[in-house]
């Protein structure tokens, strides 16, 4: 159940941001084994003034920061890695342009339909 905020220059996606989107959320499925089904994707693009990276990240540089349950294995992470630099290539983007950040979150600290994660049951595992 993670949820996942994208960050990204405008523009220089078009009309393909959609489609970015479903990749990442592809990356997931594939990486961390979450069922299809389980969304939570955000989108954000900023103005070329508003993002300051080093010389060398180019004018796709992405960051993508997923809050997940604590849980995942180093296998799963590496997997989930993998996978979002793979689907995210035929956008056009280096490994070198994707900076992916984990936020680690205990289920008790996760809140939804009015009641911790952790007492509910989630319908797949967390410890991939």
């Known amino acids: 159940m993670p949820s996942t905020r994208i960050e990204t220059r405008r ?12 990749a990442v959320q592809a990356a997931l499925v594939e990486g ?23 010389p060398h990240a180019g004018l796709r540089y992405t960051v993508i920061e997923i ?12 997997r989930l890695y993998a996978a979002m630099t793979r689907k995210l290539a035929p956008f056009g983007l ?3 342009e994707i900076k992916l950040i984990l936020h680690e979150v205990p289920r008790e600290n996760w809140g939804l339909r009015g ?12 410890d991939v």
């Open 115 to 126: 009641l911790p994660a952790s007492e509910i049951e989630l319908g797949f595992r967390v």
């Open 67 to 78: 809050s997940l349950f604590t849980g995942r294995s180093i296998d799963a992470k590496r």
């Open 32 to 54: 961390i084994l979450i069922p299809e089904q389980d969304r939570c994707v955000r989108l954000l693009e900023f103005d070329e003034d508003a993002i300051i990276t080093s």
């Open 94 to 96: 280096e490994p070198h």
């Open 11 to 22: 523009g220089w996606l078009g009309d393909r941001r959609r489609d970015f989107v479903e």
